[in-house]
């Protein structure tokens, strides 16, 4: 019974592909959130859904695009993948937007070759 | 000067010692302070909120100076299971939707050693 759950867990692939990173959660927030952990460990938010809705859009390359179909569901889609795009992908979800409640998934490591 | 730094360790501390971690910000309009965990390879998860007036939780002493835009975490009596990377995260004071960012600092690794 995983609260958020992202998958893959481990992507590894080639500069120039396109791929997804899912996640999912059942705890009925209505928030969902996007962040970056970098080989620098800092973790930065890229995005932030409320009810389907973009909230928070970050500076992050056109290449990222998320999808949220329902309020449950928020995609990572990243396009032309870069080398710099290697990190540990976090998604996470919270019972409102104002408020430090996060729960995280438990990553996504990307590598980029 | 970063928005949030930490002494990024590692803190090597025997079990049973006491260990404490600061986080300086530079925001001075920040509103809300809070210590996440994370272990290793594990998604971070919410230890405890910092108020002004200092609080506890078990083990754990969380404080706030705003005069010096720091905040400190105080681990007693620390066990194994201390183990883990805290991060101190820092809400800026902003407006409107999408106005609450979490802003997280880099860590602090702890290792607690038989």
């Known amino acids: 019974d995983t609260a958020v759950s992202q998958t893959p867990k481990y992507l590894v692939t080639q500069m120039g592909n396109d791929k997804s990173i899912k996640c999912e959660q059942n705890l009925g927030h209505d928030t969902m959130y996007w962040y970056k952990q970098d080989s620098k460990k800092f973790l930065k938010i890229m995005f932030s859904?409320?009810?389907?809705?973009?909230?928070i859009n970050e500076t992050v390359p056109n290449r990222f695009s998320p999808k949220s179909p329902d309020k449950a569901h928020l995609n990572l889609h990243i396009n032309s993948l870069e080398l710099g795009d290697s990190a540990v992908y976090f998604c996470?979800?919270?019972?409102?937007?104002?408020?430090?409640?996060?729960?995280f998934g438990s990553g996504t490591q990307l590598s980029v070759l | 000067r970063k928005e949030v730094e930490q002494d990024p360790g590692p803190f090597n501390v025997p079990e049973g010692a006491t260990v404490a971690f600061n986080c300086t910000y530079s925001?001075?309009?920040?509103?809300?302070f809070f210590w996440y965990r994370q272990d290793c390879r594990k998604e971070p998860k919410l230890l405890m909120s910092?108020?002004?007036s200092g609080n506890e939780d078990g083990r754990f002493t969380a404080q706030l100076n705003r005069a010096s835009q720091y905040i400190s975490l105080l681990i007693r009596d620390s066990k194994l299971s201390d183990s883990a990377t805290y991060l101190c995260?820092?809400?800026?004071?902003?407006?409107?939707?999408?106005?609450?960012?979490?802003?997280f600092g880099k860590g602090t690794k702890l290792s607690v050693i038989p």
């Open positions: 925001n001075s309009a920040s509103q809300s």
């Open positions: 859904y409320n009810n389907k809705e973009l909230i």
């Open positions: 996470a979800s919270s019972p409102e937007t104002y408020t430090e409640k996060l729960f």
């Open positions: 910092v108020y002004s």
């Open positions: 995260v820092v809400v800026p004071r902003g407006s409107g939707a999408g106005s609450y960012q979490l802003t």
